[in-house]
């Protein structure tokens, strides 16, 4: 089975597909990084939590993917290099646990163009909980973005799917659910 990862920054539909995912495809098991809030503000610290997090997700993938159900992750590795691989930490500590932790299979990177941008934050003003007016938001748009040519397997512009989440969440299933 497949290990699909839906990567992006936030706001740009990633738990919304996996919702339409899960609900298409009522077998696969949906995660979630980081399964809970993590509450350091060293950033030492919150790498170390960050990581002692997906070992132990790991164990739940492992076992999905043994009885042949496909996992799809709301986020993974990708994000922790975009939002805390700044530290240097992260290196070390993927080397570190490489032998515990497997890596999705597929990386999907849900991404808008750069000109398209200012259209998506006006689509998430309403949304309390997301950063938007933060000037480090366009900064995580880039990392993703470059990030994103070196890790995903897919790349989706959501300009090219009209922001239509159905139609990205079946691309993704026929890219690697079925």
């Known amino acids: 089975?497949?290990?699909?990862a839906l990567e992006g920054i936030d706001g740009i539909g990633k738990s919304t597909i996996c919702q339409?995912?899960?609900?298409?495809?009522p077998n696969i098991l949906l995660v979630k990084e980081p399964t809970q809030v993590l509450p350091f503000t060293d950033p030492f610290a919150r790498a170390i939590a960050h990581y002692a997090d997906r070992v132990n997700l790991m164990?739940?993938?492992?076992?999905a993917l043994a009885t042949n159900r496909s996992v799809v992750s709301d986020r993974c590795y990708l994000s922790t290099l975009v939002?805390?691989?700044h530290t240097g930490v992260f290196k070390y500590l993927h080397e570190f646990f490489s032998h515990i932790i497997?890596?999705?299979q597929i990386y999907v990177l849900i991404d808008t163009?750069?000109?398209?941008?200012?259209s998506h934050v006006e689509r998430m003003k309403g949304r309390n909980d997301l950063p938007i007016d933060h000037p480090e938001y366009l900064e995580l748009m880039y990392k993703y973005e470059k990030l994103g040519k070196s890790y995903a397997t897919v790349i989706i512009d959501l300009n090219d799917f009209n922001h239509d989440v159905e139609k990205i969440a079946k691309y993704i299933a026929q890219t690697g659910l079925q």
């Open 20 to 25: 339409i995912l899960l609900r298409e495809y």
């Open 102 to 104: 497997e890596l999705p």
């Open 1 to 4: 089975m497949t290990y699909i």
């Open 113 to 118: 163009s750069s000109s398209a941008y200012e």
């Open 59 to 63: 164990r739940e993938i492992k076992q």
């Open 83 to 85: 939002y805390q691989g």
